[in-house]
């Protein structure tokens, strides 16, 4: 079965930078595909970055040029570089990932559309 474990948030002030990591068991980069998310209490999860078997990335708009995901080709590993932290990057992050035809179909945007099948249990990060 598919296990995914964050790790690497944090306090950090604002303008600095955390590394997160995510753990994953079970994932098949021939047919899976993984993000990050975040979620702010009362806000609905909000997708970050996603990352495709094929190498290619995407980031939304709001951590463009500053957040960088990256992940090894078994997708035993994902992470997330964040630099120049702002307040209102505070959330809670979330590893997730998902399988199927939309990973090959919407490449590494499928999280700005599809539903992720699994979920890791989150990692705070905290901007002051």
């Known amino acids: 079965h598919v296990q995914l474990v964050e790790s690497g948030g944090g306090s950090v002030q604002a303008g600095g930078s955390l590394r997160l990591s995510c753990a994953a068991s079970g994932l098949r980069p021939s047919t899976d595909c993984m993000a990050w998310f975040r979620q702010v209490p009362g806000k609905e999860r909000e997708g970050v970055a996603g990352i495709n078997s094929d190498g290619s990335v995407h980031t939304t708009d709001s951590v463009k040029g500053r957040f960088t995901i990256s992940a090894d080709n078994a997708f035993t590993t994902l992470d997330l570089q964040m630099n120049s932290l702002q307040p209102e990057d505070t959330a809670m992050y979330y590893c997730?990932?998902?399988?199927?035809?939309?990973?090959?179909?919407?490449?590494?945007?499928?999280?700005?559309?599809?539903?992720?099948?699994?979920w890791g249990q989150g990692t705070q990060v905290t901007v002051s």
């Open positions: 997730a990932a998902h399988r199927g035809w939309n990973c090959r179909m919407l490449g590494a945007r499928w999280y700005q559309v599809a539903r992720p099948d699994y």
